[in-house]
């Protein structure tokens, strides 16, 4: 089950297809979804988990909070929607584009991938590419 929340004012669009999307997208993975949450909040609010749990100082998209067991994937993603905007605006994409590249991020590294070499880094990206193409096929 996957669930959405919001520390802010901001709503997903496209719920239903959205949950289709991460729930094909473990299971392509090799994964099932247990119990997720998806909390979307201010920079700050993100910043404050990030100093609170990681001691990491910084602004960022998102925080995974991993609780897998086995292949069943359960957690919680805390994810800033003021640097999804930043990071859409940056990289000359939409926020709904950027915002399910993060949300795919946050699950596969539940999967199992990284990004903290430049060889996972890359993985990484492919897969995100992947899945957003996998999203525009069948789930847009």
Same mark, same amino acid.
């Given at each position: ?12 669009? &496209? +719920?239903?297809? %959205? =949950? !289709? ?13 247990? /119990? ?31 609780? &897998? +067991?086995?292949? %069943? =994937? !359960? ?13 859409? /605006? ?31 880094? &890359? ?18």
């Amino acid at each position: 089950m996957i669930e959405f929340n919001s520390q802010n004012e901001f709503q997903i669009d &496209k +719920e239903d297809q %959205v =949950l !289709n999307w991460l729930n094909s997208v473990a299971e392509m993975e090799n994964h099932q979804v247990g /119990e997720l949450g998806y909390v979307f909040c201010s920079d700050e609010y993100l910043l404050d988990i990030n100093i609170q749990y990681l001691d990491h100082d910084t602004y960022t998209d998102i925080v995974t909070f991993d609780y &897998k +067991e086995g292949t %069943v =994937l !359960n957690g919680e993603m805390y994810i800033s929607t003021e640097r999804v905007a930043d990071n859409a /605006e940056q990289f000359s994409v939409s926020f709904d584009s950027e915002l399910r590249r993060v949300m795919v991020h946050g699950l596969l590294h539940m999967c199992g991938f990284g990004d903290k070499t430049d060889e996972d880094t &890359k993985l990484m990206r492919a897969k995100e590419d992947e899945y957003l193409k996998l999203w525009d096929e069948r789930f847009a």
